[in-house]
């Protein structure tokens, strides 16, 4: 079955740098693959998401890389802000199927200090 | 949000107690997923239900025991737990595998 890999587990950046989360996974035939956002004391909600059909997506601050290939995924936040400290989820699944389900790996806190 | 709702929010239950945890989409997906959220396994996926038939257990303890009665309902019925289920448990839905979950606010579950 799937298997997602994220690193770092913690990230601590100043306010205005960029972040970089990184996801890599095991089944080639994973063809989604989204990121959520967990603050503290609330639920996981989507960011950003990609399909295998493109190699990178923006929105505003935030970007997703793809690397089929490779197997590798990333999240990028430009000018980061407090608001955006969080613990964040990579995952990876297959759409269509009953093999689709949503794997997660095991999340990065980042912290932005002010 | 009233997308994804999840009653209680909070439960406390003593080992030997039987509880239900409920779940309720409004959003007309045909999915629902249980979760797990702990320290040690951040999303950790236990049962998903496509079209309100069980496709997925993740080799669950059996003390932990799934009902979907529609597709707009997901049951997690608890009993006889252990101390080391204390967690946040996550409801979800989608449209099916593969694409967006939308969460629940989550219950806190404590076992004493």
């Known amino acids: 079955g799937e298997n997602v890999e994220q690193h770092p587990s913690t990230l601590s950046v100043q306010e205005g740098d960029s972040a970089v989360i990184k996801c890599t996974y095991s089944?080639?035939?994973?063809?989604?693959f989204p990121w959520y956002k967990q603050e503290l004391g609330k639920r996981p909600q989507l960011i950003i998401d990609?399909?295998?059909?493109?190699g990178e997506k923006k929105d505003q601050r935030i970007a997703v890389t793809l690397n089929k290939t490779a197997k590798h995924f990333s999240l990028h936040i430009t000018e980061t802000q407090p608001e955006d400290s969080a613990v964040y989820f990579c995952?990876?699944?297959?759409?269509?199927?009953?093999?689709?389900?949503?794997?997660f790996g095991k999340g990065t806190k980042l912290s932005v200090k002010p | 949000e009233t997308g994804v709702t999840q009653t209680p929010r909070h439960l406390v239950m003593g080992m030997t107690n039987k509880k239900s945890l409920k779940c309720e989409q409004h959003?007309?997906?045909?999915?629902m997923y249980w979760y797990k959220q702990s320290a040690k396994k951040p999303l950790e996926l236990m049962f998903v239900y496509s079209l309100e038939e069980r496709v997925e257990n993740n080799s669950v303890p059996s003390r932990f025991s799934p009902e979907c009665p529609n597709s707009s309902h997901l049951f997690l019925h608890l009993h006889t737990l252990q101390p080391e289920d204390s967690a946040l448990y996550l409801c979800?839905?989608?449209?099916?595998?593969?694409?967006?979950?939308?969460f629940g606010p989550g219950t806190r579950l404590t076992v004493t």
């Open positions: 959003l007309g997906h045909n999915a």
């Open positions: 089944d080639s035939a994973s063809n989604y």
């Open positions: 979800a839905s989608s449209q099916g595998p593969g694409y967006e979950q939308y």
């Open positions: 995952a990876a699944s297959s759409y269509g199927g009953s093999q689709g389900n949503l794997i």
């Open positions: 990609i399909r295998s059909n493109v």
